[in-house]
């Protein structure tokens, strides 16, 4: 039945990769996933400002519009392993002061104790993904 725990309450029983877990773990299949209409965070923009996708267990993504010329300001995302792939034309992720290009369908991971500073030096509009997965340092 729909929302019904598939063992009684304080039982026990092995989960994925043997883990034993307690009804009180137990997460039912719509708690796992989860869908969103990207359309509007995909739509060009005019300033470089980065849309939340989404953020949970640890992990945050988010898009980021870069327009010709535009650019967020030099930061950093401490306790964070960053993650930036090129979704769409050209971008410049500079870190501590170096240019980091990076084109369409292209990857770029670094420590979020560095400091960034992604940017669009293009004539095009380009866009990032951008994923930012907590570390516990």
Do not use: W
Not at 32 to 51: I, R, V
Not at 98 to 124: I, K
Request: proline letters at 9%.
């Amino acid at each position: 039945r729909k929302g019904r725990r598939p063992f009684p309450p304080g039982s026990m029983r092995r989960g994925h990769a043997g883990a034993m877990l307690t009804s009180v773990d137990v997460i039912t299949k719509q708690e796992l996933t989860s869908k969103h209409d990207l359309n509007a965070a995909f739509a060009p923009q005019a300033e470089a400002k980065p849309t939340l996708l989404f953020k949970g267990g640890g992990m945050t993504t988010l898009y980021l519009n870069l327009p010709p010329g535009k650019g967020m300001p030099v930061h950093d995302h401490p306790g964070c392993q960053v993650t930036v792939v090129c979704m769409k034309g050209q971008a410049n992720v500079v870190l501590e002061g170096e240019a980091n290009p990076l084109r369409e369908g292209e990857l770029l991971t670094f420590s979020g104790e560095l400091q960034v500073e992604p940017r669009n030096d293009a004539a095009e509009p380009g866009a990032l993904l951008i994923l930012l997965a907590q570390t516990g340092g």
